[in-house]
């Protein structure tokens, strides 16, 4: 874990904002709080080498002081006021890991469903009396 006072925290900001600054003016975050981890993970560029993972709770809890704070330069995109309120507990953008529950979810229904259609398939065609042929093709999707 890595332990910065506040002023060690302004020093590395003041260094990596222009930067983040400019990758933001090209490619704009999604909202304050994915341009706020951005910052965090460009002033982690500077302490450690990039392979090594930042935990999570380092990372917003730099977030967190950073946003209120870190007297950002007038370019920065988003309002103190902006950062707070992504910061605060509950806020949506605060819980990034409900996006990858519902892949995960759908993935694993993407996973079954061959094997669901298959057995629903086999079961419809064997249980068919008059021996229909399986459709297939866009014609047989628009049933």
Same mark, same amino acid.
Request: no cysteine.
């Given at each position: 874990m890595v332990s910065l006072t506040k @002023? %060690?925290?302004? =020093? &590395? @900001?003041?260094?990596? *904002?222009?930067?983040? =600054?400019?990758w933001l003016a090209e490619e704009p975050a999604k909202n304050a709080l994915e341009a706020l981890l951005l910052m965090v993970q460009a002033i982690? @560029? &500077? &302490? !450690? +080498? +990039? *392979? &090594?993972?930042v935990p999570y709770k380092e990372m917003v809890e730099l977030a967190q002081t950073l946003a209120q704070g870190y007297d950002f330069a007038i370019t920065w995109p988003y309002t103190r006021e !902006?950062? %707070?309120? @992504?910061?605060? +507990? #509950?806020?949506?953008d605060l819980r990034p890991n409900i996006p990858d529950e519902h892949i995960l979810f759908v993935a694993g229904e993407v996973e079954e469903r061959p094997t669901k259609c298959a057995t629903r398939v086999l079961k419809s065609s064997s249980s068919s009396?008059? #021996?229909?042929?399986?459709? =297939? #093709?866009?014609k047989a999707q628009k049933r």
């Open positions: @002023a %060690e925290i302004d =020093t &590395l @900001a003041q260094r990596v *904002e222009p930067e983040v =600054t400019r982690y @560029a &500077l &302490l !450690q +080498p +990039p *392979e &090594l993972p !902006q950062m %707070e309120a @992504a910061m605060s +507990p #509950g806020h949506p009396a008059e #021996g229909n042929s399986l459709r =297939t #093709g866009p």
